[in-house]
C-alpha cells in the first residue's frame, strides 16, 4: 500500500508498507545512538525488517529524494482487556542536511519546520490502516535515549509523552559454558514456550508476542520434565564509531590486544545476542544465567544484551540474584525513555503505571 499523507508542491509525506532501496540505503548509512556518545550501525537492518511481520514507513520526499523515514512497527496489544493497534518507531533517519547542527541552530530549524508541522498533523489526524479496518484505538510508542536532547524535544512538539523508563542489561563471560538442562525447544515445546511468555509479561504494556518462536533459537533451560526458564534467541552484529570519554580510547585502542577480555568487545565488529521473552519461574531467577551462558556457547558470542523496565519487579530480581558479569558491572546500563502519542488524554497516567515491554528484537 501507498498513501500520499500531505502534497505541498515537490514536496510530499507519504506511508507505504513499500521497503525501497533509497529507505535501506539511508538506515544503513545513520549512525544511531547521541552525538558526542556512543554512536554505532546496524548491519542488518534490510534483513531484519524484511523479517518484521508488519513495518510501515513514513516518508518525506522531494520529488523522489528521500530527506527523511520514520519506521513503525505495529503490533496488536492489549490495554486493560481491551485490543489496541500499536505503533512503535523504530527507526527515525534523517538525510544529513536536516540532521541537527550546533554550528547553526537558526538553519536547522527552517529546514526542519515543514516536517515538524507534517509530523505534528500525521500523529495528531492519521487513522493507520489496522486501526481503521478493525475499528481499534491506536497508539503511537517509541523509545528515545535521555542524551539524546533532540529527539526527545522533537518528540514532545509531535505530541509525544514519557510515561516510562528503560535500562539496557549487558550479559558477559570470557568462557560461556554449556549447561546440561539447556537445549532447543522442540516443534511441539513452543507453543508452551510462548504461553509461557504470555503468562509472564500479561501485566505488561505493550507486550506481544510477534517476534517469538519465529526460528529454531529458541531455548530452555528443563528440569524434572518443567521448563524453569525459556526465550527466543537473535543475534545480532552493530560496528561502532565512537565511543566516548577513556573508556571509548580503552575499547578501541586497547582492548582488542588484551587475550580473553578483548572477546567481550570488538569495536569494528561486535556480535552479541539478544533474548526475546526471557522468563522464568519465580524463585528461580539465578537460572536465567545458565541459560544465557549456554546460548553463548552455542553460538561462539560472549555478549548478551537485553532490554528490562527498571521499575519493575522482574528487572529488580534478575539484578538481585544474577551475576551478569564484568561489562555489566563497568556500565551502570544505558538509560531512555519509553513515549507514546495516544487520543486519550486519560491513558497517559494510566499507562505510565504499568510495567513496559520494550521487544529485544529492535536491539538488532
Same mark, same amino acid.
Given at each position: 500500500?501507498?498513501?500520499?499523507?500531505?502534497?505541498?508542491? *515537490?514536496?510530499?509525506?507519504?506511508?507505504?508498507?513499500?521497503?525501497?532501496?533509497?529507505?535501506?540505503?539511508?538506515?544503513?548509512?545513520?549512525?544511531?545512538?547521541?552525538?558526542?556518545?556512543?554512536?554505532?550501525?546496524?548491519?542488518?537492518?534490510?534483513?531484519?525488517?524484511?523479517?518484521?511481520?508488519?513495518?510501515?514507513?513514513?516518508?518525506?520526499?522531494?520529488?523522489?529524494?528521500?530527506?527523511?523515514?520514520?519506521?513503525?512497527?505495529?503490533?496488536?496489544?492489549?490495554?486493560?482487556?481491551?485490543?489496541?493497534?500499536?505503533?512503535?518507531?523504530?527507526?527515525?533517519?534523517?538525510?544529513?542536511?536536516?540532521?541537527?547542527?550546533?554550528?547553526?541552530?537558526?538553519?536547522?530549524?527552517?529546514?526542519?519546520?515543514?516536517?515538524?508541522?507534517?509530523?505534528?498533523?500525521?500523529?495528531?489526524?492519521?487513522?493507520?490502516?489496522?486501526?481503521?479496518?478493525?475499528?481499534?484505538?491506536?497508539?503511537?510508542?517509541?523509545?528515545?535515549?535521555?542524551?539524546?536532547?533532540?529527539?526527545?524535544?522533537?518528540?514532545?512538539?509531535?505530541?509525544?509523552?514519557?510515561?516510562?523508563?528503560?535500562?539496557?542489561?549487558?550479559? *558477559?563471560?570470557?568462557?560461556?559454558?554449556?549447561?546440561?538442562?539447556?537445549?532447543?525447544?522442540?516443534?511441539?515445546?513452543?507453543?508452551?514456550?510462548?504461553?509461557?511468555?504470555?503468562?509472564?509479561?500479561?501485566?505488561?504494556?505493550?507486550?506481544?508476542?510477534?517476534?517469538?518462536?519465529?526460528?529454531?533459537?529458541?531455548?530452555?533451560?528443563?528440569?524434572?520434565?518443567?521448563?524453569?526458564?525459556?526465550?527466543?534467541?537473535?543475534?545480532?552484529?552493530?560496528?561502532?564509531?565512537?565511543?566516548?570519554?577513556?573508556?571509548?580510547?580503552?575499547?578501541?585502542?586497547?582492548?582488542?590486544?588484551?587475550?580473553?577480555?578483548?572477546?567481550?568487545?570488538?569495536?569494528?565488529?561486535?556480535?552479541?545476542?539478544?533474548?526475546?521473552?526471557?522468563?522464568?519461574?519465580?524463585?528461580?531467577?539465578?537460572?536465567?544465567?545458565?541459560?544465557?551462558?549456554?546460548?553463548?556457547?552455542?553460538?561462539?558470542?560472549?555478549? *548478551?544484551?537485553?532490554?528490562?523496565?527498571?521499575?519493575?519487579?522482574?528487572?529488580?530480581?534478575?539484578?538481585?540474584?544474577?551475576?551478569?558479569?564484568?561489562?555489566?558491572?563497568?556500565?551502570?546500563?544505558?538509560?531512555?525513555?519509553?513515549?507514546?502519542?495516544?487520543?486519550?488524554?486519560?491513558?497517559?497516567?494510566?499507562?505510565?503505571?504499568?510495567?513496559?515491554?520494550?521487544?529485544?528484537?529492535?536491539?538488532?
Amino acid at each position: 500500500m501507498k498513501d500520499i499523507v500531505t502534497q505541498a508542491g *515537490s514536496i510530499s509525506l507519504e506511508l507505504t508498507d513499500e521497503l525501497t532501496d533509497d529507505v535501506v540505503e539511508m538506515l544503513d548509512n545513520t549512525l544511531w545512538g547521541t552525538e558526542g556518545g556512543v554512536r554505532y550501525t546496524h548491519t542488518a537492518t534490510e534483513e531484519n525488517l524484511r523479517f518484521t511481520k508488519k513495518a510501515y514507513f513514513l516518508n518525506l520526499r522531494r520529488g523522489e529524494n528521500l530527506l527523511s523515514s520514520i519506521t513503525l512497527i505495529h503490533k496488536s496489544t492489549k490495554f486493560e482487556g481491551k485490543d489496541v493497534e500499536t505503533y512503535h518507531i523504530r527507526y527515525f533517519a534523517f538525510v544529513s542536511s536536516l540532521q541537527s547542527s550546533k554550528q547553526n541552530p537558526n538553519k536547522k530549524k527552517r529546514k526542519n519546520s515543514f516536517l515538524d508541522q507534517q509530523l505534528i498533523s500525521f500523529f495528531n489526524t492519521y487513522q493507520m490502516p489496522e486501526s481503521k479496518a478493525n475499528g481499534t484505538p491506536q497508539i503511537f510508542q517509541a523509545q528515545v535515549e535521555n542524551d539524546n536532547l533532540r529527539s526527545k524535544m522533537f518528540t514532545e512538539k509531535v505530541g509525544f509523552r514519557t510515561i516510562g523508563k528503560m535500562t539496557t542489561l549487558t550479559f *558477559s563471560r570470557v568462557s560461556p559454558s554449556f549447561h546440561p538442562s539447556v537445549r532447543r525447544a522442540t516443534e511441539q515445546e513452543k507453543p508452551k514456550v510462548m504461553a509461557l511468555a504470555d503468562e509472564f509479561y500479561k501485566d505488561y504494556a505493550f507486550y506481544s508476542s510477534e517476534n517469538m518462536c519465529r526460528n529454531n533459537d529458541v531455548f530452555v533451560l528443563e528440569e524434572n520434565g518443567e521448563i524453569i526458564v525459556s526465550a527466543q534467541a537473535y543475534k545480532g552484529h552493530w560496528k561502532f564509531q565512537h565511543l566516548p570519554g577513556a573508556e571509548g580510547v580503552i575499547a578501541k585502542y586497547l582492548l582488542p590486544y588484551i587475550p580473553y577480555a578483548n572477546r567481550l568487545f570488538n569495536f569494528k565488529n561486535h556480535r552479541f545476542v539478544t533474548f526475546e521473552g526471557l522468563n522464568w519461574k519465580k524463585g528461580h531467577e539465578h537460572r536465567i544465567q545458565d541459560l544465557i551462558s549456554a546460548v553463548l556457547k552455542e553460538f561462539n558470542h560472549y555478549v *548478551s544484551f537485553l532490554w528490562m523496565d527498571p521499575e519493575s519487579e522482574h528487572y529488580r530480581l534478575s539484578k538481585k540474584h544474577v551475576d551478569w558479569g564484568v561489562l555489566d558491572h563497568l556500565n551502570s546500563g544505558s538509560k531512555s525513555s519509553i513515549i507514546i502519542r495516544t487520543d486519550q488524554e486519560d491513558e497517559y497516567e494510566r499507562y505510565a503505571s504499568l510495567d513496559k515491554f520494550i521487544s529485544n528484537f529492535y536491539i538488532l
